[in-house]
């Protein structure tokens, strides 16, 4: 029987392994929907130089799907349907059954920085890194795209393409979504516990960003360690237009740093965590803190937490993104992973992934379908949003290079003293 504690013998995929299970991360970022146009052009990876000094595009691999039925692909964690036992994934066997294609289905995607500095020597080559779908955050996409990583997709092949919301057309890094696919998104907002709020405040909830800051909540409130949502959600409630390179400026971007930072150092804020903040909010260690919505409809479904968590976005305004599929330049089953795109575009299955991750989906009709799964569900907000809800959501602006690094850095040094 083979270990399951080994690790695989390429020595790339071994390292995204062992990253998988030091974190142990779930995915709850954001969806782009509504905007369609977070972009962020991430710093250039490297490439191998040609004689002339000029650097040479990547060439997509040959596509073996016709003689190879398999297809391996990599997501975040928790991010796909289980059967109550949790033994099974319902809709991808399913896509199994009905194409005959075999489904590797990993879960070494826990962080977009860290996934990409792993794989982007490789891709740069043009190199098969040894999955051929994978869903990056729409920023990191754009990295993708615009260095040439990502395989163009076949529209012929993916004809439930026509059901993509006309919402997630228009990104300026793929307008036409010829080399990406939304996956799954939520929203980015603020949760707290319902009942030890009450008891710390004498208030029934918090309204504002503000209200996270109050004296009676030190050590008790916790943000996310993705920049877009917390430093998104601060900036917004200070009155800047996230969205906007003439209010949200590099100035105001290192105000809010500044604040952060403040905020953590005199205890207000406790930690600065990816979805491991879960753990705390469960225990009673966070009472408040800027969350990704998803995560809080899942506790409140829980049997040990069933709705003890309250979820809203202040009127200042939530963030919004996506995870996108993509087909890195290197990978040999394009058209499998366009037969699986197209799968996961049918309202049906999109409605089902839906009901079960508690994300929203980009999917036109899903909503028509969820109704019939689950009435209750289907008008959740934060699963499908009503346009007046969206209409509280920002998206990050896209960010120039020099903005990428210089952002980023400043955010690396609280992360690295939180």
């Not at 066997?93 to 794989?119: P, S």
Request: hydrophobic share 40%.
């Amino acid at each position: 029987m083979k270990d399951p504690n080994s690790l695989p013998q390429d020595p790339m995929m071994a390292e995204l392994v062992k990253m998988a299970r030091r974190k142990q991360l779930t995915r709850r970022t954001a969806l782009a929907g509504a905007a369609g146009t977070v972009t962020a052009l991430g710093l250039a990876a490297c490439a191998p130089a040609s004689e002339t000094g000029e650097t040479e595009a990547p060439v997509a691999a040959q596509d073996l799907s016709d003689t190879e039925k398999i297809l391996v692909w990599d997501n975040w964690t928790e991010y796909m349907d289980l059967s109550e036992d949790e033994t099974s994934r319902p809709t991808l066997e399913r896509f199994e059954a009905q194409t005959g294609i075999k489904v590797e289905y990993l879960e070494t995607y826990l962080d977009n920085d860290e996934y990409f500095a792993i794989v982007k020597d490789q891709l740069a080559l043009g190199q098969d890194i040894g999955v051929d779908l994978v869903c990056p955050t729409e920023w990191m996409a754009a990295r993708w795209v615009s260095n040439g990583y990502s395989q163009k997709l076949d529209a012929a092949n993916i004809p439930n393409k026509a059901n993509l919301a006309p919402a997630y057309l228009g990104a300026s890094y793929d307008p036409n979504r010829d080399f990406t696919m939304p996956y799954q998104g939520i929203l980015g907002g603020i949760a707290y516990n319902k009942q030890l709020y009450q008891d710390l405040t004498g208030k029934e909830a918090p309204q504002t960003v503000d209200d996270l800051w109050a004296d009676e909540l030190n050590g008790r409130v916790v943000v996310l360690s993705e920049m877009r949502d917390t430093v998104g959600l601060i900036a917004l409630s200070e009155g800047i237009d996230i969205a906007s390179e003439s209010s949200f400026t590099e100035d105001a971007y290192m105000n809010i740093i500044d604040k952060v930072a403040g905020l953590y150092a005199d205890g207000k804020i406790r930690n600065i965590e990816g979805n491991e903040y879960t753990k705390g909010f469960r225990n009673g260690d966070y009472v408040a803190g800027i969350v990704w919505s998803g995560d809080v409809v899942q506790m409140n479904f829980s049997k040990k937490t069933r709705d003890m968590f309250g979820f809203f976005l202040p009127q200042s305004g939530g963030t919004i993104s996506s995870d996108v599929f993509t087909v890195p330049i290197g990978a040999t089953h394009k058209k499998n992973a366009e037969a699986l795109i197209n799968y996961y575009y049918d309202p049906v299955n999109a409605a089902e992934l839906a009901a079960w991750v508690n994300y929203i989906t980009p999917v036109a009709g899903a909503y028509d379908e969820a109704i019939k799964l689950d009435p209750e569900l289907a008008e959740n907000n934060l699963i499908f949003p009503s346009e007046e809800f969206l209409s509280l959501t920002h998206a990050f602006r896209a960010l120039s290079p020099q903005e990428e690094q210089t952002f980023s850095t400043a955010w690396q040094r609280i992360l690295l003293g939180a």
